[in-house]
């Protein structure tokens, strides 16, 4: 099956690997076949060729770990020990062994969720982002009333400014870091 692997910053190299099948899996896994993928901000130091934050980041690049650093994806559960999942099934989430660039991924069955079919692969990618944008928001004490300041406004800092909006903030101000200005969401 294909892979792919960081051999060089912001390079990649195709590569064959054995076939994942379904014997290779363990209690709650699934596997999937590959439909789309995300680039997380956490991603961007092994893109550059330097050591990361992320879990399984052995070394520069972690040039030798097939399929890294990709742990957003979409895929196609093909075969499934969890019992929430379904061949056939399309899901959204996390490759929880941070090697999601690859034909078939071994998955976590609960670091993926089912999503709308109406959405094509490329979409739902948007949905993994967002879900941890949540999550992050529900932690929080109660918004309503509240000047927010969201700090960054690329993706993520984006879908913070929009959630905590939703979560009742008042005022939510943007400021980007590096530019001239802050821009203020009412």
Same mark, same amino acid.
């Given at each position: 099956?294909?892979?792919?692997?960081?051999?060089?910053?912001y390079?990649?190299?195709?590569?064959?690997?054995?076939?994942?099948?379904?014997?290779?899996?363990?209690?709650?896994?699934?596997?999937?076949?590959?439909?789309?993928?995300?680039?997380?901000?956490?991603?961007?130091?092994?893109?550059? /060729?330097?050591?990361?934050?992320?879990? /399984?980041?052995?070394?520069?690049?972690?040039?030798?770990?097939?399929?890294?650093?990709?742990?957003?994806v979409?895929?196609?559960?093909?075969?499934?020990?969890?019992?929430?999942?379904?061949?056939?099934?399309?899901?959204?989430?996390?490759?929880?062994?941070?090697?999601?660039?690859?034909?078939?991924?071994?998955?976590?069955?609960?670091?993926?969720?089912?999503?709308?079919?109406?959405?094509t692969?490329?979409?739902?990618?948007?949905?993994?982002?967002?879900?941890?944008?949540?999550?992050?928001?529900?932690?929080?004490?109660?918004?309503?009333?509240?000047?927010?300041?969201?700090?960054?406004?690329?993706?993520?800092?984006?879908?913070?400014?929009?959630?905590?909006?939703?979560?009742?903030?008042?005022?939510?101000?943007?400021?980007?870091?590096?530019?001239?200005?802050?821009?203020?969401?009412?």
């Amino acid at each position: 099956m294909w892979s792919y692997r960081i051999v060089a910053p912001y390079l990649f190299e195709r590569t064959s690997i054995p076939e994942k099948t379904p014997d290779c899996l363990r209690d709650r896994q699934v596997l999937l076949r590959f439909l789309a993928a995300g680039v997380c901000g956490s991603d961007m130091p092994a893109f550059r /060729g330097v050591r990361g934050p992320l879990p /399984g980041d052995d070394g520069p690049s972690g040039a030798e770990k097939d399929g890294f650093p990709i742990h957003e994806v979409v895929g196609e559960v093909i075969a499934s020990r969890h019992p929430e999942h379904r061949p056939g099934d399309r899901v959204v989430g996390w490759a929880s062994a941070f090697d999601g660039l690859m034909e078939r991924v071994v998955t976590d069955g609960d670091q993926v969720a089912p999503y709308d079919p109406a959405l094509t692969p490329a979409q739902a990618i948007g949905l993994q982002p967002l879900a941890c944008v949540l999550y992050a928001v529900e932690q929080l004490p109660d918004l309503s009333g509240r000047h927010v300041g969201i700090i960054g406004q690329g993706s993520i800092g984006l879908l913070f400014s929009c959630a905590v909006k939703a979560a009742g903030a008042q005022h939510v101000t943007g400021i980007e870091i590096g530019r001239a200005s802050c821009r203020e969401r009412v």
